[in-house]
């Protein structure tokens, strides 16, 4: 009787050392993998598939929205709260690069060179469902021979609700561009950052002088013939403000309705407002507006009012914004008298009128 005692005893002291043993290796194990997470490994792990919901507006419009809230995937749930501050982007942490997929853009600014789509771009960026590739990829215009997945490639990863964007001016004047882009999606969105002409050639040309500075004088390059006033076309500063020429040629594979375009001298005189109309026109919340922006006197346009967390504000770089060299009045005057009639048919095909006289 004595020897089943202690015989008992020394069998429960023993389960309860098990018991301690099995605890202590336990909470080893979850130290150890907690102290491998925090180090960035578990980033390599398998990311889990959450459930898409494809949207198709009037337009057939590619994209997609969240789920309802009972069917909203952890990603997007986080997404959407972070979207309810203007001053946290997603993109601004890790779970924006460690969820989500590489699409093709579903809006290109296709246009044009020195009309306001670098500032378009920047201010497009601020908004939580907006994300963009930062340099020009020259994708239908340079590369096109590099394929569609090399293109893809160059795209940042995007989450439920977001759309992919990319900018590229020189896609409005190449002739093979409209086609290219519509081989890759018939429903992308295009927009056109337009100027007028005559400031957009100056502008063109106060660029190329400040990497040539033995450049000859804007008015030899304008005209073929100084004495009868002839215009050269063929020099890219004066083509590419031939508006009406280049979007005869996206027409022939996009309608209209496909198109919005934006105002480069409303972009600096009213950023809010032309936001307002690009927002409107890819299908997002109105984020972006006027309590964004303030004047820059120095520069002579807009800039983003500095984010949460930062020391200074958001502007261009030097390169935008440089004074214009003084061109002759009688200059100016045969440019405007060139570019007339085809500003006139650009606002008929378009159905906008910019103001340029």
């Not at 390599?44 to 995937?73: I, K, M, T, W």
């Not at 001298?265 to 109105?286: C, I, Y």
Request: aromatic share 12%; hydrophobic share 35%.
């Amino acid at each position: 009787m004595g020897c089943s005692k202690w015989s008992a005893a020394f069998n429960f002291g023993h389960l309860k050392a098990q018991s301690k043993l099995s605890v202590f290796f336990t909470m080893v194990l979850l130290f150890t993998y907690l102290l491998y997470c925090l180090n960035g490994y578990c980033d390599s792990l398998p990311r889990p598939v959450y459930e898409h919901q494809p949207v198709s507006g009037n337009d057939g419009a590619e994209g997609e929205q969240f789920l309802g809230a009972h069917n909203a995937s952890p990603v997007s749930l986080v997404r959407k709260q972070l979207s309810h501050s203007p001053n946290v982007h997603p993109s601004n942490i890790s779970i924006a690069n460690n969820f989500g997929s590489k699409k093709f853009p579903q809006a290109i600014i296709i246009g044009v060179k020195k009309g306001g789509t670098r500032a378009l771009l920047e201010f497009l960026r601020v908004h939580p469902d907006v994300r963009a590739v930062g340099a020009e990829p020259h994708f239908f215009d340079r590369f096109y021979d590099r394929g569609l997945e090399w293109y893809r490639s160059l795209m940042p990863r995007t989450l439920e609700g977001q759309i992919t964007m990319e900018k590229t001016p020189s896609y409005f004047i190449t002739k093979e561009s409209p086609q290219r882009v519509h081989s890759m999606s018939r429903q992308t969105k295009l927009i056109v950052v337009v100027r007028d002409p005559v400031t957009r050639a100056i502008s063109d040309y106060t660029q190329t002088l400040s990497k040539s500075p033995r450049l000859p004088s804007f008015q030899r390059l304008a005209f073929r013939n100084t004495t009868t006033g002839l215009i050269d076309t063929s020099w890219s500063a004066i083509r590419i403000g031939i508006y009406a020429k280049h979007l005869e040629n996206w027409l022939r594979y996009f309608p209209l309705s496909r198109f919005l375009f934006v105002s480069g001298e409303w972009l600096v005189t009213d950023p809010a407002g032309e936001m307002g109309r690009v927002q409107d026109f890819l299908g997002l919340k109105r984020v972006v507006t006027d309590k964004h922006f303030y004047f820059n006197q120095t520069k002579g346009f807009p800039c983003l009012k500095k984010p949460e967390g930062s020391s200074r504000p958001r502007c261009l770089g030097k390169s935008k914004g440089r004074p214009h060299p003084l061109i002759p009045s009688e200059v100016l005057l045969r440019l405007r008298d060139f570019y007339r009639p085809f500003n006139l048919k650009f606002y008929q095909m378009t159905g906008q009128d910019f103001g340029w006289i």
